[in-house]
C-alpha cells in the first residue's frame, strides 16, 4: 500500500484531532442544525457545540453536510 | 411531468428564503406535522416543499435532479414525523427538518457515487506493507525528519492496528466515506466510527511517544 503526501498529511491532521472523547456521525446530525444556525449567523460557537466542530475537523462527509445546510440557511436569512 | 413536479421546477432559492421565514413557530411546526387531519396535510405540503427547495439548491450542481429532490423530500418527511419529538427546539424546525434531509440525501449519493469502486482491491492494499512517495527535499534536516514521521507511522500502521483497523484507515484515506464503509464491512456506522477513533488514537499515542511534534510535521507536510 502506497500513501501519497496528501493522505500522509491528512492522517497527521486527523491523528493530530482525535481527542479521548469524539462525538459520531449521529451526534453531529442530532446538533447539526443548531450549528448550521449559528455558523449562518457568523456567532461565536457556544460551549455546547465545540464537540461538533471538532468533529467538522475530522469527518468529511459530515463536513459536505454542513456546508450545504448552512448555504440553505445563509440563503434564507438574506 | 405533473403540476405539483412542474411547480417545484419553478421554485428557486426564494422558495427556501419564504419558507424558512414561514409564520409557524417551533411548536406550531410539531402540533401541525403530528396532526393526520387537513392541518397536517398543509403543513407536510409546506415543509415537503421547503424540503425540496433546499435540496435542489445545494444538490443541481451534484447532478440531483427535481425527482429525485423529491424522492429525498419524501423519505425525509418520514423520517421527521418518526423523530418528531426528539426536536428539542434548538434550531428552527426547518432548519432541522432540512439537517435531516441533507443526511438522507448526501448519503444515497456518497452509496451511487462509490458504487462501482471494489472494496476488497483496496482491503487486497490494506494487507500489503506500507510504503510512500518518494520525494526530495530541500535539506538533509527536512529529509531526516521527514524520513522519522514515515518510519514511525509505518511502524505503527503495520505493526500495531489491527486488520480491520487498517482497513478503515485505508479506505478512509482513500475517500470512502464512513456510510459506504460501515455497509461493505457489515457494520453499524457507530461501531465504525469507534474503530477508527481507536485506529487514530494509536497514531497519536505512538507519535507522541517518538518525541514527533506538531511542529516536526508541519515543517515536513506543510
Known sequence: ?78 | MNAARLRLRELGADTVVQMTRATRENAEWVRAIADDGAGGDAARRDLREVLVAGLMRVLTARGADGDLCQDFAQEALLRVRERLYGFRGESRFTTWALSIAMRIAFDELRHKRFRDVSFDAMLDGARSPLAFEPRVEATQERSAMRERVLRALADVIDGKLTEKQRAVLVAELEGMPHVVIAERLGMKQNALSKLSHDARKRVKVHLEALGICEADVLWVFE
Open chain 1, 1 to 78: 500500500m502506497r500513501l501519497r503526501d496528501a493522505q500522509v498529511r491528512s492522517l497527521l491532521d486527523a491523528s493530530r484531532e482525535t481527542r479521548d472523547v469524539e462525538i459520531d456521525c449521529d451526534d453531529f446530525l442530532s446538533l447539526m442544525a443548531e450549528y448550521a444556525e449559528v455558523r449562518a449567523e457568523g456567532r461565536a460557537v457556544p460551549e455546547g457545540l465545540e464537540k461538533a466542530c471538532a468533529h467538522e475537523r475530522l469527518c468529511a462527509s459530515c463536513r459536505e453536510e454542513l456546508a450545504a445546510l448552512v448555504e440553505i440557511v445563509s440563503g434564507a436569512r438574506r
